[in-house]
């Protein structure tokens, strides 16, 4: 039977200062998937988070972008869910993820929270840990020529030119696989999306670069 999504999340944080962080891919991947379907964000004090209306195949459905850090994601979260009577199992949260690498991309449902604050409040928040998650990879610290940088800072920069570039690529293809989401086609989007070919990997930066 098809799965129907009627809340999209992209986490990041609020404020220019964000904007090109590590932290924010969820919401460069929603603002990418907005412009696809030729909507627009607006405020929404209520729920303390930017909104935009969309029609899914089975009626209407909200993609969001929490206003709060993201420690307390869950606040939007929980509230645009209990006023629209959205359950766990309809919510996708694109995020950043430690442990892929720039460059993958993987969609999951539930599961645990791999130390993101983000995923950790949402899931307290409502109650449940089984919303799907498009997990876009920002690669970990200690896997390169930064393994002595705390992850706190390291997700709070830029990634470098090399790395974004993968970073934008794993954005295209997980907005290529929509049409299957929208049709609540969970098993056909992620073997495409599981399936389809990378580009190769950054080469390791030379300590200090």
């Known amino acids: 039977m098809p799965h129907t999504f009627r809340l999209i999340v992209g986490l990041g944080n609020p404020g220019r200062e964000y904007r090109e962080t590590r932290h924010n891919a969820g919401f460069w ?5 907005a412009g696809t379907l030729q909507t627009a964000f607006r405020s929404e004090s209520k729920f303390q988070a930017q909104v935009a209306p969309a029609r899914g195949s089975d009626g209407d459905m909200r993609l969001a972008m929490p206003q709060t850090f993201m420690n307390r994601s869950g606040l939007a979260v929980a509230s645009l869910a209990r ?9 996708l949260v694109a995020h950043d993820e430690l442990d892929l690498k720039p460059g993958v991309v993987k969609l999951k449902q539930g599961g645990g929270n791999a130390g993101h604050n ?3 409040d949402i899931a307290a928040a409502l109650g449940s840990g089984e919303f799907w998650r498009l997990r876009l990879g920002i690669g970990h610290p200690r896997d390169g ?3 002595e940088q705390e992850v706190a800072d390291y997700v709070l920069h830029p990634p470098p030119g090399d790395e974004r570039v ?11 696989i929509w049409p299957w989401l ?7 989007a992620m073997h495409e999306l599981h399936t389809a070919p990378r580009p190769p990997a950054a080469p390791e930066r ?3 670069t």
């Not at 991947?29 to 998937?33: A, P, T």
């Not at 006023?83 to 919510?91: G, K, L, N, Q």
């Not at 929208?182 to 056909?188: D, I, L, S, V």
């Open 166 to 176: 993968l970073i934008e690529d794993a954005i295209a293809r997980a907005l290529a």
């Open 182 to 188: 929208a049709r609540g086609e969970t098993e056909r």
């Open 29 to 33: 991947w929603i603002e990418r998937l």
């Open 118 to 120: 983000g995923l950790k």
């Open 145 to 147: 020529a930064l393994s």
């Open 206 to 208: 030379p300590a200090g």
């Open 83 to 91: 006023f629209y009577r959205v359950t766990p199992a309809e919510i």
